[in-house]
Nanobody
């Protein structure tokens, strides 16, 4: 079983920045493709970004492209989401997730493990 723990959420004004972190419990962290998703109240969970095992390939939703950056440090078993130029519509609970392959990285039901989420609130 893989445990994922997100941190770094909070309240920020529009135009501001936050960096989310997701620490995993397994030494085999480098074996997982990691993703970030978010869920706003009353909406379905949606894909934000993903990164392959070594960090050489990244994937982004169109809504965050150019503003968010996903990265990973396999030595620290951690994946990050740097969020810049935040907008009120970015307000959501952000989740990290892990899967084994790069197939269908944007689909929630393709991920094997999920964290509990961290709240991000962007005020206007």
């Amino acid at each position: 079983q893989v445990q994922l723990v997100e941190s770094g959420g909070g309240l920020v004004q529009a135009g501001g920045s936050l960096r989310l972190s997701c620490l995993t419990s397994r030494r085999t962290f480098g074996s997982y493709v990691m993703g970030w998703f978010r869920q706003a109240p009353g909406k379905e969970r949606e894909f934000v970004a993903a990164i392959n095992w070594g960090g050489s390939t990244t994937y982004y939703a169109d809504s965050v492209k150019g503003r968010f950056t996903i990265s990973r440090d396999n030595a620290k078993n951690t994946v990050y989401l740097q969020m810049n130029s935040l907008k009120p519509e970015d307000t959501a609970v952000y989740y990290c997730a892990a899967k084994y392959s790069t197939i269908d990285v944007a689909l929630t039901d393709r991920y094997n493990y999920w964290g509990q989420g961290t709240q991000v609130t962007v005020s206007s």
